[in-house]
């Protein structure tokens, strides 16, 4: 298996990027083609006096896409950008999947332009998979496209549950419909015909409206909205888990010795559990409904992130998501 | 100052409102009708000897509305509810405030039926005080109304503007746009015009969109989004918290003596920080946008939770928020 790893997308690019795919190779079995600027590359490539013994090169690209950038624009105009260079790895099969943590909408225009939608999807969308007591729920669309009709919705809900069963291994796994109550008469014009829609679609299971609060307690598998709540509700989530930890550190830092030696007790529990809700243990979200495994990691990510995504690019390609879904589809009617 | 408040609707309706309301007389300078089965509301009066010291009085109702009715319907139907003629009370003069823990949908039903909305706001909205590391941020719609024009959400910062500044005392409030983006350019077609339609209104000051990270950590202090984004925000929220400290919880059980003593060590500091964090500190989101004082309680709202929302009935009635909002629409054009 073979990985176009864009090296200059994300906060801590190219370092954390290379330093990621470096470990990566190590890791999983596959090969990486790093995607970038060659002279920046190599250098921190260098930092491994024995990295030529793995299967890890580098292919020169001269552009980068800035985050402030039109997403469609720069892609159709920056051909030698190594977003844009590592997806046309995929299309002329050079490669099994592409990653990115650079510009989102640049990755997602750049699948959509060169990889394409599969045929008989309206809207790709982002399935980022949410840390829950129970293991996981994937939520999509999380952030592709904002304007989604009822019938876009519904094939999220049968991409979700395909991912969620062949990647994370959910049997016939709980599909919920993001809305403001149970009651099937609940929500927006465009959720209640999402609803009506679902429930003719015997392929998957879907078990309902799912309200907020059963993204993070884990009662569905996949929970499906359009990509403008879903982004909300993920930005939401990090700043407030963010904000929490934030306050927590400071209440210790203000309060007395007896809070200082608890925190100093409890560190070991709680880093256990941190790691058990850690995000970046899943590195990356896969872009479902185009033609080829994209993967989407965030901004911030450091080598671990990455490293993590690249195990997420090798489950998505063994497990044949792309088969499988163009193959429900052709079933469908 | 007089108080409706709907002692039967809330899950543990109606004795936690009963309770909260006596606390709540015995605190602040207010009267309260207690509207809802006489027999029930007396009997918990009864448990404080001294109850009829204090000025609470009952209003008795013959009808509850339930969590799964139609609320217009059931608003239409049951004239001898609990909230319906709570509600009258306010309409009438008789009140300055109504307030419910019960359906959300049949409070604003009923506050949209009987007081009206006021001239010149397409749609009411559910005012909810988020608390963040800065104070609070006041999140609208979240839930009232889940279809929104652009000129409604335009409105709804006007008037959470108004309600920040006169209730949490905010000088000049800063007003954000939900949305997925900074960026002018970003969201859905509903909240790039919306974003247009504020640039122009130069009563308020509008600071840009804001991301759902921006929410907890108080960048903004009014948050305007429709009412489907609102609620599943909201919601999630809870959800989120509630799984994080259940989690920590559980880890501290599984982990050894020193998780066990770190965590008992902790316990005063985290408390007074839970305290800080608390919503049934506020305890209930000023339905704005009508011609009285509608307040809307969690429906897991205990008695201090009931008290803290009498006191937010209070803070909106003298700082005269109606007032100021009706005046601001006849100056606008």
Same sequence: chains 1, 2.
Avoid at 148 to 174: D, R, T, W
């Amino acid at each position: 298996m073979k990985i176009a790893v864009d090296a200059m997308g994300g906060d801590y690019a190219p370092e954390q990027i290379v330093l990621g795919s470096l470990q990566a190779v190590k890791k999983y079995p596959c090969e990486i083609i790093l995607v970038g600027d060659e002279n920046q590359i190599k250098d921190i490539l260098e930092l491994d006096s024995e990295w030529k013994k793995f299967p890890i090169t580098i292919r020169h690209t001269t552009e980068t896409i800035e985050m402030g950038e039109h997403p469609a624009d720069a892609v159709r105009n920056k051909k030698d950008s190594s977003i844009v260079v590592a997806t046309e790895l995929v299309k002329n099969g050079e490669c099994d999947a592409v990653l990115s943590a650079g510009s989102t909408g640049a990755a997602v225009a750049a699948a959509q332009l060169i990889l394409r939608r599969i045929h008989g999807i309206g809207r790709p969308a982002i399935a980022t998979p949410i840390p829950t007591p129970k293991g996981v729920t994937l939520l999509l669309d999380s952030g592709a496209n904002v304007d989604c009709k009822p019938e876009h919705l519904v094939q999220l809900g049968l991409m979700g549950s395909i991912y969620a069963e062949h990647v994370f291994g959910k049997e016939n796994p709980k599909v919920g419909l993001l809305n403001i109550g149970e009651e099937e008469t609940k929500g927006n014009e465009q959720v209640k015909s999402t609803y009506q829609l679902f429930k003719e679609m015997k392929k998957i299971n879907f078990c309902g409206n799912a309200e907020g609060r059963d993204i993070p307690n884990g009662h569905f598998d996949v929970v499906v909205c359009d990509g403008f709540v879903g982004n909300v509700v993920l930005k939401f989530g990090e700043g407030l888990a963010r904000m929490i930890l934030k306050l927590i550190k400071e209440a210790v830092y203000d309060g007395g010795v007896s809070a200082k030696v608890g925190a100093l007790l409890l560190t070991p529990t709680l880093k256990k559990l941190g790691k058990r809700l850690d995000v970046s243990e899943y590195g990356g979200a896969p872009l479902l409904g185009v033609n080829g495994c994209c993967i989407i990691s965030h901004g911030s990510s450091d080598a671990k992130s990455i490293c993590s995504a690249i195990g997420a690019s090798n489950d998505y390609v063994k497990s044949n998501v792309l088969g499988h879904i163009k193959n429900a589809l052709e079933n469908l009617n």
